[in-house]
């Protein structure tokens, strides 16, 4: 299968510790994207890449949280000194775009995301 | 503030008929409009997409209008089976790109 691959599915950790996510987007696309998604909510867009590079990142987006994808394949988002309210489920997104910067009107194809509770 | 509302949280229909869901956007100029379906557990998976000069697309039992003057989208699943039944998310992209929260589709046999 040459989908979005998330891992792990399932993270369970206690409060103030680190986390890493990664994902690994289908090998021809440029763009990678994480968002964040709450129960009853839909993915609410956190940053997003173009091959390695970092064009965009949400201003909700808390200076604990930092996203690499350092040979523009795989990426991986890492979350400092974990809070309750970053329970959630964390998903990547991967597309083609043909332009330099800017939203993209290709779809976006998800992985199953990362289900993340903090206790 | 830029808001997108999808009609009531969940929506009960009868197999066979049309179920159409609604996406509402105040203060936002999407270029372009999607719309995506999300099973329990899983991302969301595309469906279709519709510039902002298209009126209406089809695929197969699908449907989307959008009206840039209502700034609405309306997404029609005919003949809607119990297969059908997931979350439905539109997701406007312009200066950025949001999502809906979604209306959850039940397909009642």
């Known amino acids: 299968d040459t989908g979005v691959s998330q891992n792990p599915r399932h993270k369970i950790t206690k409060r103030g510790q680190n986390v890493t996510f990664r994902c690994d987007p289908i090998?021809?696309?440029?763009?990678l994207y994480w968002y964040r998604q709450t129960l009853g909510q839909g993915p609410e867009f956190l940053t997003y890449?173009?091959?390695?590079?970092?064009?965009?990142k949400s201003r909700l987006l808390s200076d604990r949280f930092s996203a690499e994808r350092p040979k523009g394949s795989f990426s991986t988002l890492e979350i400092q000194r974990t809070e309750q309210g970053d329970s959630a489920m964390y998903l990547c997104?991967?597309?083609?775009?043909?332009?330099?910067?800017?939203?993209?009107?290709?779809?976006?194809?998800f992985g199953d995301g990362t289900r993340l509770s903090i206790l | 503030s830029q808001k997108i509302e999808q009609n009531s949280e969940a929506l009960n229909i009868q197999e066979g008929k049309t179920a159409t869901l609604t996406c509402n956007y105040t203060?936002?100029?999407?270029?372009?409009l999607q719309w995506y379906r999300q099973d329990p557990g899983r991302g969301p998976v595309f469906l279709l997409l519709?510039?902002?000069?298209?009126k209406e697309k089809r695929k197969e039992r699908l449907k989307v209008t959008f009206d840039t003057t209502l700034k609405q989208s309306l997404f029609h699943i005919t003949a809607s089976q119990p297969a059908d039944s997931a979350t439905y998310l539109c997701?406007?992209?312009?200066?950025?790109?949001?999502f809906g929260a979604g209306t959850r589709l039940t397909v009642k046999p």
């Open positions: 203060n936002y100029s999407p270029a372009y």
């Open positions: 519709i510039r902002e000069n298209e």
């Open positions: 090998s021809e696309h440029n763009r």
């Open positions: 890449f173009q091959n390695e590079a970092q064009l965009e």
């Open positions: 997701a406007l992209v312009g200066s950025d790109m949001r």
């Open positions: 997104a991967s597309s083609l775009s043909a332009g330099t910067g800017g939203q993209s009107n290709q779809p976006q194809h």
